[in-house]
């Protein structure tokens, strides 16, 4: 078994050089590529993940799902886990994972918590441990086997928001789905720069309309005017 892990990335300068070198330490002999898949960044993203080790792939196509697409293509494991840039897996990620795989679970997550201490957001993460689709998000990382992420023909890259949703959805359809009952810890910084009732406000209402069938362009377009 062998893994291979893909951030995609946007100007995460911050982020992305602590979380490469405590992916590394984590890791085991089953890591087979550690992919950033980067979206234009501007901000030194690209730079610091090379020295810190990644393999940089300069997507042409931009926005999550296509980069993210673009780092499997540029991989090798059997297993992909897909991480964000400001998030940090639990120590024993390789071996969590590699423990579901081994109970016959092709996909899965973990649940998540927020680098702070305010009882509102301990509300959120709480909400993670429960199997039902709101509560579900890329933040709390995925992994999946790579014939199943082939069999669904990856994310779809005409998507520029919820696109995990829409993932999780298909392969749900067929497969069972692992909550591992560990937390991802997730920076809560767009919290911090906003409030917490506009931030979930904004995420009520985009997937409602992702419920719907609303288009992309005006999920994006509402999404945005909503938190701005």
């Known amino acids: 078994m062998t893994i291979s892990i893909i951030i995609p990335t946007l100007n995460e300068a911050p982020h992305i050089g602590e979380l490469?070198?405590?992916?590394?330490?984590?890791?085991n002999g089953n890591l087979t590529d550690l992919i950033v898949a980067d979206g234009g960044s501007t901000?030194?993203?690209?730079?610091?993940?090379?020295?810190?080790g990644a393999k940089v792939i300069d997507c042409e196509s931009k926005g999550r799902s296509c980069q993210m697409n673009e780092g499997v293509k540029n991989s090798t494991g059997?297993?992909?886990?897909?991480?964000?840039a400001d998030t940090i897996p639990p120590p024993s990620f390789m071996q969590d994972i590699e423990a579901?795989?081994?109970e016959n679970f092709p996909i899965g997550c973990f649940r998540f918590k927020f680098n702070s201490?305010?009882?509102?957001?301990?509300?959120?993460?709480?909400m993670t441990r429960f199997d039902k689709m709101y509560c579900r998000g890329g933040d709390q990382t995925l992994f999946v086997k790579r014939s199943l992420f082939e069999e669904l023909e990856g994310y779809r890259n005409d998507?520029?928001?919820?696109?995990?949703?829409?993932?999780?959805e298909r392969a749900r359809k067929q497969y069972d789905f692992k909550i591992?009952?560990?937390?991802?810890?997730?920076?809560?910084?767009?919290?911090?720069?906003?409030?917490w009732f506009r931030v979930m406000f904004a995420n009520s209402i985009v997937f409602n309309m992702y419920r719907l069938g609303v288009s992309q362009d005006?999920?994006?377009?509402?999404?945005?005017?909503l938190l701005s």
């Not at 059997?78 to 964000?84: A, C, N, R, S, T």
């Not at 005006?218 to 005017?225: A, C, E, N, P």
């Open 20 to 27: 490469l070198n405590y992916l590394k330490k984590n890791a």
């Open 43 to 52: 901000d030194g993203t690209p730079q610091i993940a090379a020295a810190a």
């Open 78 to 84: 059997d297993i992909l886990y897909f991480v964000h």
């Open 100 to 102: 579901a795989i081994n």
């Open 117 to 126: 201490d305010k009882k509102i957001l301990k509300f959120n993460a709480f």
């Open 159 to 168: 998507y520029k928001i919820m696109e995990e949703y829409d993932f999780i």
């Open 180 to 195: 591992i009952p560990k937390d991802v810890i997730v920076s809560a910084r767009k919290y911090e720069e906003r409030s």
């Open 218 to 225: 005006t999920m994006v377009k509402t999404y945005q005017r």
